[in-house]
């Protein structure tokens, strides 16, 4: 089975969730895009996001608390953008309503059956991903070229200690830190990880191509 990863460094997962779930004022549903790289190995596909592309106010069709559209322009512009830097795109989006259990809606799956089409006829259909935050808690899932419907992704959040978040699981606590190491959502976190790595360190796509074979130590 190929598995498949978004990866977000932890400096970049929190950019995403300031501007999901701002401290004040009201709390629609809010929308962006992430630049991805992609490593295809041989029985998993990760994507590694490296910039967050927020949709401003004036590109939404619409946004209430629980639905959102985006202009089909602003897209246009992101997949243009992304092309140009020869990146891939994970579109994410918030349920604002949602704390520690998240997926995404029978709107969200027809909008990204929607979006595959379109990605296939402008672009060639190159693999995109597709994430939606709860407060603390994330689902993913990946589209790969000429198929009608996705894979469920594995969601890693990458910096001083690894998070990971499966759509079947009980999600970690996004605020899981060093004071909660001996805690009881810290164990049930570290037994739900595969994977061990201390520190993260900026890397560029060549030393990332180069690296793969050692950066994947799942046990
Ligand atoms: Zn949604």
Redesign the pocket.
């Known amino acids: 089975m190929n598995q498949q990863i978004i990866r977000l460094p932890k400096a970049l997962h929190s950019e995403v969730t300031a501007h999901l779930f701002p401290d004040e004022g009201p709390q629609p ?1 809010r929308a962006a895009f992430l630049l991805a790289n992609r490593v295809e190995g041989k029985d998993r596909g990760i994507f590694l996001g490296y910039r967050l592309v927020v949709v401003p106010e004036d590109a939404y069709l619409e946004k209430a608390d629980d639905f959102l559209q985006v202009k089909s322009e602003f897209i246009c512009e992101v997949a243009r953008m992304a092309a140009a830097e020869s990146a891939y795109l994970i579109e994410l ?1 918030s ?1 604002p309503g949602c704390v520690r259990k998240v997926g ?2 029978r ?2 799956c027809a909008g990204q059956a929607r979006f595959q089409k379109y990605l296939t006829y402008k672009l060639g259909g190159p693999p995109w991903g597709a994430l ?1 935050f709860g407060r603390e808690s994330v689902s993913g899932s990946v589209w790969l070229p000429g198929t009608e419907s996705s894979l469920e992704a594995r969601v890693q959040i990458v910096g001083e200690n690894w998070q990971e978040f499966s759509n079947s699981q009980e999600p970690v606590s996004l605020r899981f830190d060093r004071q909660q190491v001996f805690g009881l959502q810290a164990q049930r976190a570290l037994a739900s990880m595969k994977i061990g790595l201390v520190g993260l360190r900026p890397l560029h796509k060549a030393q990332i191509l180069e690296e793969t074979p050692f950066a994947f130590d799942f046990r």
Do not use: G, M, Q, R
């Open positions: 549903e989006h349920h995404f809606s709107l969200d939606v």
